[in-house]
């Protein structure tokens, strides 16, 4: 159609219909114009004045103004040659343009830093894209995706232009996947590139040039199809998302395996020699249990409470069941005595003295795994298997388990503490009008201005002197009144009195009287709270 | 019925080769009892070895002229040899159990060559000031609930020392190194006889080399 071949040339749609339309009904002034295409008058006007100015149409000395179209051969030849004297000009100018272009660029640097985002479909798109953004490094291309990427990228030449790279000491470096059978395709680029091992739980891949351009997928499919169009990539130069990609990188890149210590745990099973630092909690916990499934010979755990390193009883059953000797220091407490009664049967248990929120699992004397308590930065969680290190953390641990108290002194220690909160409610109750008040766990101060804690402190109404009261059990008995006898003299104010619920030795007794202390033994309350209101 | 014991009667309980501990709760308490064992020595033809920390060398020479010991012309004689625990036990901050061994063995065969037995006393409070407990325990055990030598040695614990420094655990340990344990207050003394205990299963518990 003429209309549409007018606007190839240079007219738009309606000075092509107009053209067309005054060279079939000749000259005609601007009203019919108007009409003919439904214009207002200054509409139909603005498009004609145009069209004469092009050349196109001509107007006559006349009343009405009469417009009427040019002959087409001479318009389009005079096109022709303005045209191709553009061309000319253009060509001509083209070196001075670009010249003083440069110029503006290194003055304005910014207008080139403009990010611009693009997304790339198709496979055969994205590795040509790939393949153009290594050819445009000068410090560093990090590339992480997986092997079977990579064996396809091989065949895109991917290895050979990073050859080339390297040769121009661009730091290559390429995290992936690596598993049993795909350690020969590893192999290939290790000769190019710093390959580590990364376990990369769904296919993604990144590529990050310098700090300049980011290409990350959005969608990828593994197959061996070059021309799928289900591959599909992010590519961007805003350098704020390109430094982001690159940090986030670079810290996975610390956090992942160097691959020949990677290919000589597949081929071999054994561990790489290392220090692994793991900053998710869950992370941590989940290696927890993998040490103490993968256990052949012993476990030794310390741990603050049990239930926060979320090790089941049957995970440390099962180990057990395996032969595996399991000590445990953790605190045992009213709350949890029910699980460690349990879990005493299958693990040895000892009651931590330490309030220090360190744990630490080792596994078979050669695993270890530390959690450090709560800071600024989070959970730090080391785990390693550089032998000095689990061995001199070894020592630590059995320092604390020697130190470590008998669970069954723990346990009995834990029910004389129940008991003594009935006992505080029987000697409530019984000794209403002769008790003025009755403290637990409290300090008392000593003639030289030295604390001491006593279970119980209950002052009388009648007396001056209050009573303090400790509750012993049959192994701490001797000490205790030690300790007490040591201070005898600056707690010349006080009652002393220890209490047990079973009955003393002589020659606990014999010490006690040397130390002026009085001695309980009673397993029933209503008879201690008649021993205590007596005394 | 009076469950303490007189001093007198006490020290009446402790014979030749015996190895004693005694725990005081009071300087004043410990001195009762270890100026009788001094005096009561004396009197009965025996050389007196102190090694002490608590106080000073004139301050125990001073106590011990103040309950009737002629102390000059003793210690010219070297019937009385008192001597302080860097001289003895801690030597430039090292304890060396044979050669402390070396000391006993010296001075015991210079009173035997003058007829003479011999009372000892050692302070203790030494080892748990300067952290030396455990060589302490190895001292102790290597002396023998029964001692090899010819005396009557009493190794002098201040209970509050031992209870300060953190301790507490290793009282019963020295108990059953010793054949007697004493306890001393102001309000009495009482004597007793420490269980058998394998000694293996005092070196399991506190991680030494007897």
């Given at each position: 159609m003429?209309?549409q071949?007018?606007?190839?040339y240079?007219?738009?749609?309606?000075?092509?219909?107009?053209?067309?339309?005054?060279?079939?009904?000749g000259?005609?002034?601007?009203?019919?114009?108007?009409?003919?295409?439904?214009?207002?008058r200054?509409?139909?006007?603005?498009?004609l004045?145009s069209l004469?100015?092009?050349?196109?149409i001509?107007?006559?000395?006349s009343?009405?103004?009469k417009f009427?179209?040019?002959?087409?051969?001479?318009v389009?030849?005079?096109q022709?040659t303005?045209t191709?004297?553009?061309l000319?000009n253009?060509e001509?100018?083209?070196?001075n343009?670009i010249e003083?272009?440069?110029?503006?660029?290194?003055?304005?640097?910014?207008?080139?830093?403009e990010?611009?985002?693009?997304i790339?479909?198709?496979r055969?798109?994205?590795?040509?894209?790939m393949?153009?953004?290594?050819?445009?490094?000068?410090k560093?291309?990090?590339l992480?995706?997986t092997?079977?990427d990579?064996?396809?990228?091989?065949y895109?030449?991917?290895?050979?232009?990073?050859?080339?790279c390297l040769?121009k000491?661009?730091?290559?470096?390429?995290?992936?996947d690596i598993q049993?059978?795909t350690?020969?395709?590893v192999?290939?680029?290790n000769?190019?590139?710093?390959?580590?091992?990364?376990?990369?739980?769904t296919p993604?891949?990144?590529?990050?040039?310098?700090e300049?351009?980011a290409l990350t997928?959005?969608s990828m499919e593994e197959?061996?199809?070059?021309?799928?169009?289900?591959?599909v990539g992010?590519?961007?130069t805003?350098s704020?998302?390109v430094?982001?990609?690159?940090i986030?990188?670079?810290?996975?890149?610390?956090l992942?395996?160097?691959?020949?210590?990677?290919?000589?745990?597949?081929?071999?099973g054994i561990l790489?020699t290392?220090?692994?630092?793991?900053?998710?909690?869950?992370?941590?916990y989940?290696?927890i249990r993998e040490m103490v499934?993968q256990s052949?010979n012993?476990?030794?755990?310390?741990?603050n409470?049990?239930?926060?390193?979320?090790?089941?009883?049957?995970?440390?059953?099962?180990?057990?069941?395996k032969?595996?000797k399991?000590r445990?220091?953790?605190?045992?407490?009213e709350f949890?005595?029910?699980d460690?009664?349990m879990?005493s049967?299958?693990v040895?248990?000892?009651?931590?003295?330490?309030e220090?929120?360190?744990e630490?699992v080792?596994k078979?004397?050669k695993?270890?795994?530390?959690?450090?308590?709560?800071?600024e930065?989070g959970?730090?969680i080391?785990?390693s298997?550089i032998?000095?290190?689990?061995?001199?953390?070894?020592?630590v641990?059995?320092?604390?388990w020697?130190?470590?108290i008998e669970?069954?002194?723990?346990?009995?220690?834990i029910?004389?503490?129940n008991?003594?909160?009935?006992?505080?409610?029987s000697l409530?109750?019984m000794?209403?009008?002769a008790?003025e008040k009755?403290?637990q766990?409290?300090?008392?101060?000593?003639?030289v201005g030295?604390?001491?804690?006593f279970e119980l402190i209950i002052?009388k109404r009648?007396?001056s002197?209050?009573?303090?009261?400790?509750?012993v059990?049959?192994?701490?008995?001797?000490?205790?009144?030690l300790v007490l006898?040591a201070?005898?003299?600056?707690?010349?104010n006080f009652?002393?009195?220890?209490l047990?619920?079973?009955s003393?030795?002589?020659?606990?007794?014999?010490?006690?009287e040397?130390y002026?202390?009085?001695?309980?033994?009673?397993?029933?309350i209503?008879?201690i709270?008649e021993?205590?209101?007596?005394? | 019925?009076?469950?303490?014991?007189?001093?007198?009667?006490v020290l009446?309980?402790i014979?030749?080769?015996?190895h004693v501990?005694l725990f005081?709760d009071?300087?004043?308490?410990?001195?009762?009892?270890l100026?009788?064992f001094?005096?009561?020595?004396?009197e009965n033809?025996?050389g007196?070895i102190?090694?002490?920390?608590?106080?000073?060398?004139?301050?125990?020479?001073q106590d011990l002229k103040n309950?009737?010991?002629?102390v000059?012309p003793?210690?010219?004689s070297?019937?009385i040899?008192?001597?302080?625990?860097d001289?003895?036990?801690?030597?430039?901050g090292?304890?060396?159990?044979d050669?402390?061994m070396g000391?006993?063995?010296?001075a015991?065969?210079?009173f035997?060559e003058?007829g003479?037995?011999?009372?000892?006393?050692g302070?203790?409070?030494?080892?748990?000031?300067?952290?030396?407990?455990?060589e302490?325990?190895r001292?102790?055990?290597?002396?023998?609930k029964?001692?090899?030598l010819?005396?009557?040695?009493?190794?002098a614990?201040n209970l509050?020392t031992?209870?300060?420094t953190?301790?507490?655990d290793?009282i019963?340990?020295?108990?059953?190194a010793?054949g007697k344990?004493?306890?001393?207050?102001?309000?009495g003394?009482?004597?007793i006889?420490p269980?058998e205990?394998e000694v293996?299963?005092?070196?399991?518990?506190?991680?030494?080399?007897?």
């Amino acid at each position: 159609m003429l209309t549409q071949k007018l606007v190839d040339y240079g007219l738009d749609t309606h000075e092509a219909e107009i053209y067309v339309f005054l060279s079939s009904i000749g000259p005609a002034p601007a009203r019919v114009i108007a009409r003919k295409f439904n214009f207002n008058r200054m509409k139909a006007y603005r498009t004609l004045k145009s069209l004469e100015k092009k050349g196109l149409i001509q107007s006559t000395i006349s009343r009405p103004i009469k417009f009427v179209a040019s002959p087409l051969e001479a318009v389009i030849n005079r096109q022709l040659t303005e045209t191709k004297m553009q061309l000319s000009n253009m060509e001509k100018n083209q070196s001075n343009i670009i010249e003083e272009w440069k110029k503006i660029i290194k003055t304005n640097s910014q207008q080139l830093e403009e990010p611009r985002f693009r997304i790339y479909q198709g496979r055969q798109e994205i590795y040509d894209l790939m393949l153009q953004m290594c050819n445009r490094a000068s410090k560093n291309i990090y590339l992480v995706t997986t092997v079977n990427d990579l064996n396809r990228l091989s065949y895109m030449g991917l290895e050979d232009q990073l050859k080339a790279c390297l040769k121009k000491n661009i730091r290559i470096r390429i995290l992936t996947d690596i598993q049993k059978d795909t350690i020969s395709e590893v192999e290939a680029y290790n000769t190019s590139a710093n390959v580590r091992h990364l376990k990369l739980p769904t296919p993604i891949r990144s590529l990050i040039i310098d700090e300049k351009e980011a290409l990350t997928t959005t969608s990828m499919e593994e197959s061996i199809n070059f021309t799928t169009q289900s591959d599909v990539g992010l590519w961007t130069t805003a350098s704020n998302f390109v430094v982001a990609m690159r940090i986030f990188y670079e810290a996975v890149w610390d956090l992942s395996t160097d691959s020949d210590a990677r290919i000589q745990y597949l081929e071999t099973g054994i561990l790489p020699t290392t220090l692994q630092t793991i900053h998710d909690i869950e992370e941590g916990y989940s290696k927890i249990r993998e040490m103490v499934k993968q256990s052949t010979n012993k476990l030794d755990i310390l741990v603050n409470d049990l239930r926060s390193i979320t090790l089941s009883y049957f995970d440390l059953e099962e180990a057990a069941k395996k032969g595996v000797k399991v000590r445990l220091l953790t605190h045992v407490d009213e709350f949890n005595l029910d699980d460690i009664s349990m879990l005493s049967k299958i693990v040895q248990i000892k009651e931590s003295f330490t309030e220090f929120n360190l744990e630490l699992v080792f596994k078979d004397g050669k695993e270890l795994l530390r959690i450090y308590p709560l800071s600024e930065t989070g959970r730090n969680i080391v785990w390693s298997n550089i032998l000095p290190h689990v061995e001199t953390l070894g020592i630590v641990y059995e320092e604390y388990w020697k130190r470590g108290i008998e669970l069954e002194s723990q346990i009995k220690w834990i029910q004389q503490k129940n008991l003594m909160n009935t006992l505080k409610q029987s000697l409530l109750k019984m000794g209403e009008n002769a008790i003025e008040k009755i403290l637990q766990n409290e300090k008392i101060i000593d003639s030289v201005g030295k604390e001491h804690v006593f279970e119980l402190i209950i002052t009388k109404r009648v007396s001056s002197q209050p009573l303090c009261i400790n509750i012993v059990t049959e192994k701490d008995v001797f000490n205790k009144i030690l300790v007490l006898g040591a201070n005898r003299n600056e707690l010349n104010n006080f009652k002393l009195v220890l209490l047990s619920w079973e009955s003393f030795k002589a020659e606990e007794k014999r010490l006690a009287e040397l130390y002026r202390i009085q001695l309980i033994s009673e397993s029933n309350i209503s008879k201690i709270t008649e021993k205590i209101l007596q005394l | 019925m009076k469950s303490t014991d007189s001093v007198k009667q006490v020290l009446s309980s402790i014979k030749n080769t015996n190895h004693v501990v005694l725990f005081y709760d009071s300087i004043q308490s410990k001195k009762n009892f270890l100026y009788s064992f001094l005096a009561e020595g004396l009197e009965n033809c025996k050389g007196i070895i102190y090694i002490y920390f608590d106080e000073t060398y004139d301050a125990i020479r001073q106590d011990l002229k103040n309950i009737g010991i002629d102390v000059e012309p003793n210690e010219l004689s070297k019937n009385i040899i008192i001597k302080k625990y860097d001289e003895w036990y801690i030597e430039k901050g090292k304890v060396d159990i044979d050669k402390i061994m070396g000391y006993w063995k010296s001075a015991l065969k210079n009173f035997e060559e003058k007829g003479l037995g011999a009372h000892a006393v050692g302070e203790t409070a030494c080892f748990f000031k300067l952290g030396k407990v455990r060589e302490l325990l190895r001292y102790e055990y290597a002396l023998h609930k029964t001692l090899d030598l010819p005396m009557e040695a009493v190794c002098a614990y201040n209970l509050k020392t031992v209870i300060e420094t953190g301790y507490t655990d290793v009282i019963m340990p020295v108990i059953r190194a010793h054949g007697k344990a004493i306890f001393v207050s102001d309000n009495g003394t009482i004597i007793i006889e420490p269980e058998e205990v394998e000694v293996t299963d005092i070196e399991k518990l506190l991680d030494i080399e007897i």
